[in-house]
């Protein structure tokens, strides 16, 4: 954390000093795991530490189309985007834009979701024309402007428009400012708990840990639909991605079936969650010889990243099919008035 408000500290100098910080990883002495992977990613967090007003990733063509634009002259441009994961669905970015750079345009949006989370306006435009930049200043700073409002030639390019309720500066820093040193696998009745009502996380809900890791350490929560099936548990959601955010390129990767839920910081080490993984708070004292806290991750200090619409399908709606079941003993059509989500 220490490190992370120095950082924001020493931009915030410079830029009230009139000096233009230039960012760049050190790649030669980064450790494999900890690196951000690509400058559009790294771009994008130092976005969200000054609380710019504006993110420019600047490529070779002036905006976001369609379709590729060298081989389909029909592709149309996208110049205003509310939702990345519906235009995910609507455009294939492996061939709608960049042929350069690390990761092309697909790299791109995932740093258009992390700067709009933070209350940053991202611009996807090309960078051989830099006044252009002036001009798409120009024409979103605007007060009468409205999503329906043209984009000149001049300011072509695809907007971002940033969530109108951004990230608290805490949670941005639990969530891109901290590499996650491991991965606690919970339950689903833990996910609800989490996720839906904003409790705290505790011992009893966590199946296994990953990684090893110090308490107050950031580290990755997670569901394995397979391991809850095996015993009778919820259905896996198969590949629908189930995150509202996409995380730095050096966080350790989740297996493809795993469902991310968020990140927090730890009050317990991997090795004492070990320990006292499945058990109740009064049992810490006993198995650690102390407690230091009755959760493993206060709700203060985790932040949730799975969308609504898995957690309510997959999660609350399913568990609630279930229950029905359990206490019926007959079997319900999925039609039921009565399976309604929780």
């Not at 230039?22 to 951000?36: K, Y």
């Not at 990230?167 to 696998?185: N, P, Q, S």
Request: proline share 5%; with cysteine.
């Amino acid at each position: 954390r220490t490190q992370y408000l120095n950082a924001c500290n020493t931009f915030e100098a410079l830029l009230e000093m009139g000096v233009v910080p230039i960012v760049n990883e050190n790649d030669t002495v980064s450790l494999g795991e900890i690196r951000f992977g690509d400058n559009d990613t790294l771009s994008a967090i130092t976005a969200g530490m000054v609380h710019a007003d504006f993110l420019f990733l600047l490529t070779d063509v002036d905006c976001l189309y369609t379709d590729n634009p060298r081989t389909n002259p029909a592709a149309k441009p996208v110049t205003n985007v509310t939702d990345i994961k519906a235009l995910r669905e609507a455009v294939d970015v492996s061939s709608a834009g960049s042929a350069v750079g690390t990761g092309g345009m697909a790299t791109k949006l995932i740093a258009a979701e992390l700067a709009i989370a933070a209350g940053v306006t991202t611009i996807i435009t090309r960078g051989s024309t830099p006044p252009k930049v002036i001009d798409i200043i120009d024409h979103f700073s605007n007060p009468d402007l409205t999503m329906d409002t043209p984009v000149p030639a001049s300011a072509l390019c695809t907007r971002f428009v940033a969530k109108s309720r951004p990230m608290i500066d805490r949670k941005w820093w639990i969530l891109h400012g901290m590499y996650c040193a491991g991965t606690v696998y919970i339950d689903a009745g833990a996910v609800v708990a989490l996720a839906k009502f904003k409790k705290s996380l505790f011992a009893a809900g966590i199946k296994r840990v990953e990684g090893t890791f110090s308490a107050n350490q950031a580290i990755r929560v997670a569901y394995e639909p397979e391991r809850e099936a095996g015993g009778g548990g919820l259905e896996s959601p198969g590949s629908e991605d189930s995150r509202g955010l996409t995380t730095p390129s050096g966080a350790a990767a989740l297996k493809p079936e795993a469902i991310e839920i968020g990140h927090g910081l730890v009050n317990y080490t991997s090795t004492e969650i070990n320990r006292i993984r499945g058990c109740h708070s009064s049992e810490f004292e006993a198995i650690l010889g102390y407690c230091d806290s009755d959760n493993v991750i206060n709700r203060g200090n985790m932040v949730v990243t799975i969308a609504d619409q898995v957690l309510d399908d997959v999660f609350v709606t399913r568990a609630h099919k279930t229950k029905i079941r359990a206490e019926q003993r007959v079997p319900l059509p999925a039609s039921s008035p009565n399976l309604s989500a929780i």
